[in-house]
């Protein structure tokens, strides 16, 4: 059975884009970017919302030549099956891509069941629905040294969670990595 893990890069006080929606203060560097690349590797299915795989769809396209560690990523991301939830996404752009008209907590629960590669979900609005589905096995996240006082929280409302620190590593851009299982 695979596991669900919610990952992403967050500022320190919990937010995965500011109030204008940017998120450039959480542009991975070389070191981390390289660490990421290696988490990913073996994840077999990204679940996104519209939204993230918007900004996502960009690696099936991306120039990252000269690039190695972009490179890989791009390649890494391309490998993997995609699931795409939308009710107004006229269609995916990318290779190995599904889209689902609707979040359906029970269909990603025989998904979780019949795959043997860990799955990713992404897009904090999609993932509030999988916590509320008690689906998510896993968190991971990017902690990085930045307030910025509002904007799209990376965890929802409303939700009280134990939680076992399973690993933890410091960058030298001063970003945490932290990972946590789900207490049941």
């Given at each position: 059975?695979?596991?669900?893990?919610?990952?992403?890069?967050?500022?320190?006080?919990?937010y995965v884009a500011d109030e204008e929606g940017s998120f450039d203060w959480g542009v991975p560097d070389e070191e981390?970017?390289?660490?990421?690349?290696d988490l990913q590797r073996p994840i077999g299915t990204y679940l996104y919302?519209?939204?993230l795989y918007e900004v996502m769809v960009a690696w099936e396209t991306m120039p990252t030549a000269g690039d190695p560690i972009?490179?890989?990523?791009?390649e890494i991301w391309q490998a993997a099956q995609k699931i795409v939830y939308s009710?107004?996404?006229?269609?995916?752009?990318?290779?190995?891509?599904?889209?689902?008209?609707?979040f359906i907590p029970a269909a990603v629960e025989q998904l979780k069941a019949a795959e043997s590669q860990d799955l990713v979900i992404g897009g904090a609005e999609l993932a509030a629905g999988a916590f509320a589905a008690?689906?998510?096995?896993?968190?991971?996240?990017?902690v990085s040294p930045?307030?910025?006082?509002?904007?799209?929280?990376?965890?929802?409302?409303?939700?009280?969670?134990?939680l076992a620190l399973r690993d933890e590593r410091r960058f030298a851009n001063g970003v945490v990595?932290?990972?946590?299982?789900?207490?049941?």
């Amino acid at each position: 059975m695979a596991l669900l893990l919610y990952a992403s890069i967050t500022s320190l006080d919990g937010y995965v884009a500011d109030e204008e929606g940017s998120f450039d203060w959480g542009v991975p560097d070389e070191e981390l970017h390289t660490f990421i690349n290696d988490l990913q590797r073996p994840i077999g299915t990204y679940l996104y919302g519209r939204g993230l795989y918007e900004v996502m769809v960009a690696w099936e396209t991306m120039p990252t030549a000269g690039d190695p560690i972009l490179q890989d990523y791009a390649e890494i991301w391309q490998a993997a099956q995609k699931i795409v939830y939308s009710s107004t996404l006229p269609g995916p752009s990318s290779r190995r891509t599904r889209l689902e008209r609707h979040f359906i907590p029970a269909a990603v629960e025989q998904l979780k069941a019949a795959e043997s590669q860990d799955l990713v979900i992404g897009g904090a609005e999609l993932a509030a629905g999988a916590f509320a589905a008690d689906l998510i096995d896993e968190i991971h996240q990017f902690v990085s040294p930045v307030v910025v006082g509002g904007g799209k929280p990376f965890l929802p409302k409303s939700i009280r969670l134990g939680l076992a620190l399973r690993d933890e590593r410091r960058f030298a851009n001063g970003v945490v990595y932290l990972r946590y299982s789900i207490e049941r």
